[in-house]
Structure formats: C-alpha cells, structure tokens
C-alpha cells in the first residue's frame, strides 16, 4: 500500500517499517521453511516470484504490509534493517462498508 511507504512505527520491543523490495531475499528464505508455509497457508515462490509480489503488494490499496524488526537489534544496528527482521504484519481492507476496519495477520519468523 502506498500509504504506509513511508511509515515507520516504533515500540518498546519492535519496529516496523514498509515492505521493501531490500526485504524479500530474507522473507523469501523464511518462506521455504515448510513449517511456516503450512502455518500461513502458503505455497512456495521463486525469488523472482516474491519481488513481483512484494512489488504488487506495495501497489495494493486494500494490502498493507510491514516488516517486523527487533528494536534491539536495530537500535544497535540502524544501518542494516535485514539482520533485524523477525517478522512481518500484513493488514487487509476488506470491509468496503468500513474503510478503517482491517484483517491482521501477524508471522514471527524468528527472534
């Protein structure tokens, strides 16, 4: 989503930050753990498959989807957001009668 590409939201123990195309080489590893693709009902990409994805995400204004960074990690380490990623959060608007109602699906891939 578009919106959020410049959104960043910091809490005590996590960081969130857009989707970005810097990201999917180590979501896609995640995402060939089997384990995680059944838990996420998730079928296995190519690498190139996942950047039109995360591309094609970032354009979807009913998609949000941010990655989840371990604030420690980060604050210690700002210059290298990937070795900080734990996670991501996906919110999907799907409620036409409710524009601020969302679906939110939370991975934690590792900590």
């Given at each position: 989503?578009?919106?959020?590409q410049e959104i960043c939201i910091t809490?005590?123990?996590t960081v969130l930050v857009p989707y970005r195309k810097e990201h999917v080489t180590k979501y896609h590893g995640w995402m060939q753990n089997e384990e995680l693709q059944e838990l996420t009902a998730s079928e296995p990409l190519t690498l190139q498959e996942e950047y039109a994805m995360q591309h094609s995400w970032s354009e979807d204004e009913q998609k949000c989807t941010f990655i989840i960074l371990d604030a420690g990690k980060f604050k210690n380490n700002k210059e290298n957001e990937i070795e900080s990623m734990v996670g991501d959060v996906n919110l999907f608007f799907n409620d036409i009668d409710?524009?601020?109602s969302a679906e939110v699906e939370i991975m934690v891939a590792g900590w």
């Open positions: 989503m578009k919106i959020n809490g005590k123990r409710d524009k601020y």
